[in-house]
């Protein structure tokens, strides 16, 4: 028989998530000797010391399974959030508690709604449970939601919103999701994806928390990959109203955290400073490159988020290409229909200033 009978119904009409290219990747191809890879919007000044500590401590005891039910790490997180345990589920990344969401809510048939470009895997988690993904195009790179508005319907089971989004690094206003959201229907569950809410500098940002604690149909994403710097390990979570977060334990795996990642995490969240300097640095880095950009007469989008997304005016592959042979990695617009961008990931200073001298190079 052949194999697309046997598949799930769809899944050869999702477009796979491409990650940005991994250092591994390029150096066999490329002969730099010191590679700075800012393609993924990792931390670069990487996790906290006392994250390593517990790991450390930790490795002994990988012979066990890990606590399923990520019991002191959800505790650490209702501490910091001022909720109760049952609003939080931790999963194996936010990229992962997405897949959940989608497993939990969407039969098929069902629509859901998302910006265009924003991030891939809300459009394939929905094709793969069978819904429909339906797609409004941003204006001025940000989220149109009066647009996304007009498409919800009786179908409309989900919402995301991804805020800041990616790959733009734009924000919604306040007063323009406080309308959105008070003009959806009860059956839509809105899914606020707050991966990069921690960069924020906007006063006018709508913080999903609040929506949460308010009981309203909003589940927020947010992610230990970013700010603490542990994307390697693969650690996320989502919050939410309980009956909401219930339905997502019904879908949840045994034991989707391992040991490694709760003790880090929970270790990450205690090592405050490390986050403001991570977030500190983030600030810096985007002044300077703002400020460089700006003497080169290159357009960008301003971001609310730890990447920047650069108009090169020519395309972006050839671009790309050229960083490669300066050792360093950025991810080319092709892919979210802007050919002339790339997403630049907002490094150390001494990354910030490696990039633009190698930017000045490629573009003389």
Known sequence: MKIAKLARKGIFNIISYIPGKSIEEVQDEFEAKRWTKLASNENLLGPSPKAL????????????????ACTVLRRALADKFAIPERMIVISNGADNVILMIANAFVNEGDEVLMADPTFSVYANVTQIMGGK??????????????????????????VFICNPNNPTGTTISLEAFNYFISHLPGSAVVVLDEAYGDFVENAFYPAGLDYVKEGEQ?????????????????IGYALGREDLVDCLYQVRDPFPVHRLAQVAAVAALEDEDHAVRSIQSVYQGKRYLYKELDRMGLSYVPSQANFILVDFEKDSEEVFRGFLREGIIIRPGKIWGYPTFARVTIGRMEDNRRFIRALKKIIK
């Open 133 to 158: 993904p339906v797609k409004v195009k941003l204006k001025d790179f940000t989220h149109d939601l009066d647009a996304m508005l007009k498409k919800v319907n009786r179908k409309t089971k989900l």
């Open 53 to 68: 500590i517990a790991i450390r401590k930790e490795l002994p005891k990988i012979n066990l399974y890990p606590e399923g």
């Open 218 to 234: 909003v589940i927020v994403l947010r992610t230990f990959s970013k700010v603490y710097g542990l994307a390697g390990l693969r």
